[in-house]
């Protein structure tokens, strides 16, 4: 059974990079039809798609974030990454791994959620 | 790029059918597939319509979704309203100009 498993550091300080990673498990990250992306959801609030990317490299971000985003992927370790640079305490959010399919068999739409990883920005 | 509204919250009781809509700012509601997740407390996202009104395996026929262009709006709803059904309920889509995947604040859904 394919599994997403979120990995991050908790606790961040303010204007410093927030560095998160998500393995997959039970399956290969470098198969057609599917992104690889962050979600984040604010304590209490909703969500909010962050970034997204391709096990070729090809990605995309919130442009609202852009500026402060790097996501990224390693096909040999299985596991795909995201860097948050210069964050504040509006960055603290529990934050999901997610898989968006297009394929047709299983359909548009973000088919696989890790549990979530908090990280708190505070000094 | 475009938003996506949906109403704070709903209340509805078990047995009866509820209607949750996601209405899109600007641009066509049918330029892209529009999603709905359900997030009980504690628990991450689940898909329960995806490509406007299709649904995933496991997810009961009492929940159906639609668009309407008039409005500009989809719609999630749910019949025979269970205890289990109440969540937060999010609406999803991709918006082409931006190249970015957008969420609807949510709605929370109560069966009292």
């Known amino acids: 059974q394919e599994q997403l498993q979120e990995s991050g550091p908790g606790l961040v300080q303010p204007s410093e990079t927030l560095s998160l990673s998500c393995t997959v498990s039970?399956?290969?990250?470098?198969?057609?039809?599917?992104?690889w992306g962050w979600i984040r959801q604010p304590p209490g609030k909703g969500l909010e798609w962050i970034a997204s990317?391709?096990?070729?490299?090809?990605?995309f971000y919130n442009p609202s974030l852009k500026s402060r985003l790097t996501i990224s992927v390693d096909t040999s370790k299985n596991h795909f990454s995201l860097r948050l640079s210069s964050v504040t305490a509006a960055d603290t959010a529990l934050y999901y791994c997610?898989?968006?399919?297009?394929?047709?068999?299983?359909?548009?739409?973000?088919?696989?959620w890790g549990r979530g990883t908090l990280a708190t920005v505070s000094a | 790029n475009f938003m996506l509204t949906q109403p704070h919250s709903v209340s509805e009781s078990p047995g009866k059918t509820v209607t949750i809509s996601c209405t899109r700012s600007?641009?066509?509601?049918?330029?892209?597939?529009v999603q709905w997740y359900q997030q009980r407390p504690g628990s991450s996202p689940t898909t329960v319509i995806y490509?406007?009104?299709?649904?995933p395996s496991g997810v009961p026929d009492r929940f159906s979704g639609s668009t309407d262009t008039s409005s500009n709006s989809a719609s999630l709803t749910i019949s025979g309203l269970k205890t289990e059904d109440e969540a937060d309920y999010y609406c999803?889509?991709?918006?082409?100009?931006?190249?970015?995947?957008?969420f609807g604040g949510g709605t929370k859904l109560t069966v009292l």
């Open positions: 999803q889509s991709y918006d082409n100009n931006k190249q970015c995947w957008v």
């Open positions: 600007s641009g066509s509601i049918a330029t892209n597939y």
């Open positions: 490509e406007d009104n299709q649904r």
């Open positions: 039970g399956g290969s990250i470098s198969r057609t039809g599917y992104y």
């Open positions: 990317i391709h096990y070729s490299g090809n990605s």
């Open positions: 997610a898989r968006w399919s297009m394929l047709d068999r299983q359909g548009w739409h973000f088919d696989l």
